[in-house]
């Protein structure tokens, strides 16, 4: 079999019955992060407006399909675009270090779409979520992703096109010759830039909702006896020996149904790009063992990989003057000056871009490639941040940052970042009913009910 056929014929055969139970347990806290992001920036992502404006002159804001957070009606396709863009807005969503992918946010949102679509129980949908992420990781490990970065290709979005079509094709109950046609479909809609880090462009989110409503796409096609092209990963022109340069296309299927590398997938305890988790983590713990004023901060270097330089540290000119969301959510002066002002870094912090104290404290912090930090990469996005204050010098290296899989979440940590997310939207008791809800996805006769679960109350709209 071909690599394309027997990835596919491995998502068609996903049961989750037969999932080791840590499996199935991990990918429902999984769901619940990513809902929780995408209830709270339907109305607080300021790119949500103008989104949810073109799919209405898209004629996407008819049906009967579900946004999270909104109580209108979409066609699935603009459901899965919505949900998979907001999952992806506050840059607080999963990640697979090693792949450099954001999973959640395309896979989730397509597989719901498709359950909608069907009827499709909640284990058939998590079977779709679990297939989703696997496929999408799996190539992006194989480009691999650092190559795939250097071309200026946004993984999350390319490799989760894929996801999501693997993901709606198992809800749909496609066979293995439906699920690579579905793949074949999705090669030629597999895209995505990094080039929004010129200007804190909404396009990193766009271009991920765009993935997940692509695979959906590709799957619907697919199911309706839409011919896709073959050999979608490994062929002379498919997906990993177009998009890198010196692709281990052997990777895919290492240790295939052993190893899922969802099990790999960390979530994020700040909302903003993961490459700075680990000094945020070095500077909140040096700030609360030394009871550190912002004054008496003289300067901080954030030690990092090549590729965390990249987008976290370079231009450095224009990282140290961060003007919008985005900027601050891809600034490793920003966050890091932030923890060591605050002693804290959430969703509400971007509120504070232009404060005269963190405006202050800016330009006492720079990135720099360092190449201890380097020797970690890419099984950890680590760092080292060298804290220079009270005329000494403080050292704090972090391997591995907060919610990644060896340093998981608990499920009350989980919980209480969905309730800090979705509480002010829905209502605090709403929001814990949904909770509990997706918690148990794989019982649910319908897993629709989460997305109908998900609309806010009249009195959490007046509270908003």
Not at 43 to 70: H, I, M, W
Not at 108 to 117: F, H, K, T, Y
Request: glycine content about 10%; aromatic content about 6%.
């Amino acid at each position: 079999m071909t690599i394309t056929n027997e990835l596919s014929a491995f998502a068609a055969g996903l049961r989750v019955e037969a999932l080791p139970p840590e499996v199935v347990a991990r990918a429902r806290l999984l769901v619940l992060d990513l809902i929780g992001n995408a209830v709270r920036a339907r109305q607080e992502a300021e790119s949500t407006p103008a989104l949810l404006a073109a799919v209405k002159a898209l004629g996407l804001a008819q049906g009967e399909a579900r946004v999270f957070g909104d109580d209108a009606g979409y066609a699935p396709a603009g459901a899965a675009l919505v949900n998979a863009t907001l999952g992806h807005s506050l840059d607080f969503d999963d990640t697979h270090a090693e792949a450099v992918v954001h999973p959640g946010a395309p896979v989730i949102p397509a597989a719901l779409a498709a359950a909608e679509m069907v009827g499709a129980s909640g284990a058939e949908t998590l079977a779709g979520i679990v297939a989703g992420y696997e496929v999408a990781l799996r190539l992006a490990l194989a480009l691999p992703a650092g190559a795939h970065y250097d071309r200026g290709f946004h993984p999350s979005a390319t490799c989760g096109a894929f996801g999501a079509a693997a993901a709606a094709g198992r809800v749909f109950g496609l066979d293995a010759a439906g699920i690579a046609s579905a793949l074949g479909i999705a090669l030629s809609q597999s895209a995505g830039s990094l080039q929004f880090l010129a200007n804190g462009a909404w396009t990193k989110r766009f271009q991920v909702g765009w993935a997940g409503m692509a695979g959906l796409t590709a799957a619907t096609l697919a199911r309706e006896g839409f011919k896709g092209a073959a050999d979608a990963i490994e062929g002379k022109h498919g997906f990993l020996n177009a998009y890198a340069p010196a692709p281990r296309p052997e990777r895919v299927l290492q240790d295939l149904g052993q190893f899922y590398e969802l099990m790999a997938t960390g979530v994020k305890p700040y909302p903003s790009c993961r490459w700075g988790h680990a000094g945020i983590d070095a500077a909140l713990a040096l700030r609360a063992e030394l009871d550190l004023k912002p004054e008496e901060i003289e300067g901080a270097t954030l030690g990092i990989s090549r590729a965390a330089l990249l987008l976290v540290g370079e231009p450095a000119e224009r990282k140290a003057d961060p003007q919008n969301v985005v900027d601050g959510q891809f600034s490793g002066p920003f966050v890091i000056a932030t923890a060591l002002a605050t002693g804290g870094m959430d969703w509400d912090s971007y509120k504070l871009l232009q404060d005269p104290g963190i405006r202050a404290l800016l330009p006492r912090v720079i990135c720099a490639h360092d190449e201890e930090i380097e020797a970690e990469f890419p099984a950890n996005m680590s760092g080292k941040l060298t804290l220079r204050a009270r005329g000494q010098t403080f050292i704090r290296k972090v391997v591995v940052p907060k919610g990644e899989p060896s340093n998981f979440p608990t499920d009350a940590e989980l919980r209480a970042k969905f309730a800090g997310l979705a509480d002010a939207v829905l209502g605090a008791g709403p929001a814990s009913a949904l909770a509990e809800e997706v918690l148990r996805l794989e019982q649910l006769n319908e897993a629709a009910s989460l997305l109908r679960r998900a609309a806010p109350t009249p009195d959490a709209r007046a509270a908003a």
